[in-house]
């Protein structure tokens, strides 16, 4: 198609920045888009499915009707299951990782890490929402699965990326050679090339946090939250917030415009709420390779050891700037003991 290029177009053209360039990666998030595309039709009739289902348990086909995350879940583990490019799935939707060991993923070298639908509970209230994944080559012989191959450090990333389902709809991913954007084109039902070596800015005037949450803060977090809204014209304060409570649209919204985005512990959430493994992991990868910086507030996030896969971990990422003066913060304050009521 003339001016245009699509996801498929793309992943192929770029087969060649692979280091293990046998077409088994482009072919693994190929899957991943298709299933992205599939989710994305449940996505946008969300509000339809009281209205279409008969029962409340079954649709008009006389499925049955599954929450969209489930749903989302099966939809993308089916695909990478079909694609046959993976040997397993972990995924914020199941305990354990699930295994593949059909004839079909008997080569695979791959496993994937995702949450299928995050901020699902933005779906009630027509709130964007979100999927991240991220693959790892394995550590285990061809074919085969452990947990090891899903403890990978953050850095062994072979791809990672996610997709946001908001007033258009969009994937963005890396392989470690920049990150790149494609929105779906509902006409003709393809990912087009529309974002091509996104940049995050050094610096912004956004800040992305739950200040619901400020009482049980660490006192980093707390003064570097009285240093946004402070006024000072040189540095372009005070601060806009910006907190949509979906992670996916929190972090893409300041990877196009600068600003940073803050889930630190909290009283409720002592080690932080995201999950390294599947939603800090690979918004990390993407937001380094676009020239930004996440931290845990005081070490990268993709070197933070993984010891279980749903690990949490605060986070502090976007803007290079802004992430590193929140460090600051961090550093600053962390020896010095918390002041009740403060
Ligand atoms: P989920 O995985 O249960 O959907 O939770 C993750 C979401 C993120 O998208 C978002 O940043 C965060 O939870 C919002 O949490 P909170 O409501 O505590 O601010
Ligand atoms: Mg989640």
């Known amino acids: 198609m003339i001016g245009i290029e699509t996801l498929d177009e793309f992943i192929i053209r770029r087969q060649s920045d692979f280091p293990y360039a046998q077409g088994e990666l482009s072919r693994l998030l190929r899957d991943i888009g298709l299933a992205a595309k599939v989710v994305n039709r449940e996505v946008n009739k969300a509000g339809l499915v009281d209205i279409l289902g008969s029962t409340g348990t079954t649709n008009v086909q006389g499925e049955e009707v599954k929450k969209l995350d489930v749903f989302a879940n099966l939809r993308f583990i089916g695909a990478l299951k079909l694609g046959g490019q993976s040997c397993g799935v972990a995924s914020e939707e199941n305990k354990s990782f699930v295994t593949f060991d059909d004839e079909i993923s008997k080569n695979a070298k791959y496993v994937v890490s995702l949450d299928p639908l995050d901020g699902s509970s933005n779906i009630d209230v027509n709130v964007s929402v979100g999927t991240t994944f991220s693959i790892y080559r394995t550590v285990s ?6 947990i090891e191959d899903f403890l990978q450090r953050g850095s062994e990333q072979a791809a990672a990326g996610y997709v946001i389902y908001g007033s258009s709809t969009m994937l963005v991913y890396t392989t470690g050679k920049g990150v790149n954007g494609f929105t779906l084109d509902p006409s003709i039902g393809e990912f087009c090339l529309s974002h091509p070596n996104m940049q995050i800015p050094k610096n912004g005037k956004t800040y992305s946090i739950n200040q619901g949450y400020f009482i049980g803060f660490p006192d980093g977090v707390k003064e570097y939250i009285r240093y946004c809204k402070e006024d000072d014209k040189a540095t372009n304060r005070p601060y806009s917030l910006r907190y949509i409570g979906s992670m996916v649209a929190d972090i893409h919204r300041n990877l196009i415009t600068g600003g940073i985005f803050i889930y630190p512990t909290t009283r409720g959430s002592p080690k932080g709420k995201l999950r390294l493994l599947y939603e800090c992991n690979p918004m990390a990868y993407i937001v380094e390779q676009a020239g930004g ?33 929140a460090e600051g913060f961090m550093r600053e304050y962390s020896s010095r003991v918390p002041k009740r009521g403060k």
């Not at 012989?141 to 452990?146: A, D, E, H, N, V």
């Not at 931290?295 to 802004?322: A, C, K, W, Y």
């Open 293 to 325: 910086r996440a931290t845990d507030g005081f070490n990268r996030i993709l070197d933070l050891e993984v010891t279980e896969l749903h690990q949490r971990t605060p986070i502090f990422i976007g803007s290079e700037e802004m992430v590193l003066n």
């Open 141 to 146: 012989p061809s074919g085969t699965c452990s």
